[in-house]
């Protein structure tokens, strides 16, 4: 019998596929257990926001995947799955839409102030709230786009059809595809001081780690906005707070914090300020990585992180994967 963990919740049906190979242990719930007291016997992982590093695989002598729910892998050490002989796959595409619509659901938040407004009601008021509600349309506005992978070509299509012009800087996405999609190709230092709007869709990276720092945010337009729903390490969040306290950001809506990358499960712990500034003002928004947390978003992922397993341990080359490894004996392409 083959045994299994699940990091966090995932979809009941992805549960129930995995129950039927074998025994499978929850990180998470009522019944939850800790990675450490099941890791010598656990042939593989459905992994999603908590960290693996070496010393858990390490301690993993049955593990043969590290299936990723989603396309990140910034929380797993893949040098050393990879030495240990251990597939590490993700599910691209399997959040696209979700993310995406989440991207659209923070913007015009911001953009209408709906946050404020919602809570203004529920304390009783109305008609006093109405003199700072006033909003802004997003018909006829440049959004920039900072990477072009699935999650923002959908953004794109999105953003069109709320009349934006739509900005694009990736340099490993070719000008012609870009344009295909009726988006308009620029360069990195275009993008940032003339977009509006600037939604990031990059991996974390010592390249791109910070990437938006007091310079960055520095040169965007006065009073532009800044989305992110990748990677929290992207933004100096430092810089962030101080451009929208001086007010020369006019907001920022966040799924993701720089925090996460040290304890995925309470990141504000780690971004005391962000928490300050949260209390105090209503230009900054932030959800807790819930962008792809929908129904569809859920059972996909699931379902393609046990495909992966599922052909792991049937002996084949899993789809997706990030890494490459010499198993001890040959597999086939599935």
């Not at 109305?126 to 923002?152: D, M, Q, S, Y």
């Not at 190709?185 to 720092?213: E, K, N, R």
């Not at 906005?225 to 707070?241: C, F, H, K, Y």
């Not at 914090?257 to 504000?268: H, I, Q, R, V």
């Amino acid at each position: 019998m083959h045994t299994f963990y699940v990091s966090e919740q995932i979809h009941p049906d992805a549960v129930t596929e995995l129950s039927r190979m074998g025994q499978v242990h929850l990180g998470y719930g009522e019944d939850a257990v800790a990675y450490t007291d099941i890791a010598d016997t656990v042939d593989a992982v459905l992994l999603r926001a908590e960290i693996f590093d070496a010393d858990k695989i390490r301690s993993s002598r049955n593990l043969k995947i590290i299936a990723r729910h989603g396309v990140g892998t910034n929380n797993v050490d893949i040098e050393a799955a990879t030495a240990a002989s251990v597939w590490v796959t993700t599910t691209p595409g399997s959040n696209s839409r979700a993310v995406a619509e989440h991207v659209f659901a923070l913007l015009l938040s911001l953009a209408r102030k709906t946050p404020a407004a919602a809570a203004g009601t529920a304390a009783g008021e109305w008609a006093a709230l109405k003199p700072n509600l006033t909003g802004f349309e997003l018909g006829g506005r440049v959004l920039g786009l900072l990477g072009f992978g699935n999650i923002a070509a959908t953004v794109a299509e999105i953003a069109r059809g709320f009349g934006m012009r739509v900005l694009v800087a990736d340099p490993y996405v070719a000008d012609t595809d870009i344009e295909a999609r009726g988006c308009i190709p620029v360069t990195l230092d275009q993008l940032i001081t003339d977009a509006d709007i600037i939604s990031l869709h990059l991996p974390l990276t010592v390249d791109t780690h910070h990437l938006f720092d007091a310079s960055t945010i520095g040169r965007m337009r006065p009073g532009a906005i800044l989305l992110n729903t990748a990677r929290g390490g992207l933004v100096d969040e430092q810089a962030l707070l101080d451009a929208l306290t001086d007010g020369r950001l006019g907001g920022a809506a966040f799924d993701v914090l720089d925090g996460e990358s040290a304890d995925p499960k309470a990141p504000l712990a780690h971004s005391p300020r962000i928490a300050e500034y949260l209390a105090a003002h209503d230009n900054l928004l932030v959800t807790p990585h819930i962008g792809g947390q929908t129904e569809e978003s859920l059972r996909n992922a699931g379902s393609g992180a046990v495909q992966c397993i599922r052909q792991t341990l049937a002996g084949t080359i899993p789809d997706n994967a990030v890494n490459s490894i010499t198993p001890a004996q040959p597999l086939t392409v599935s």
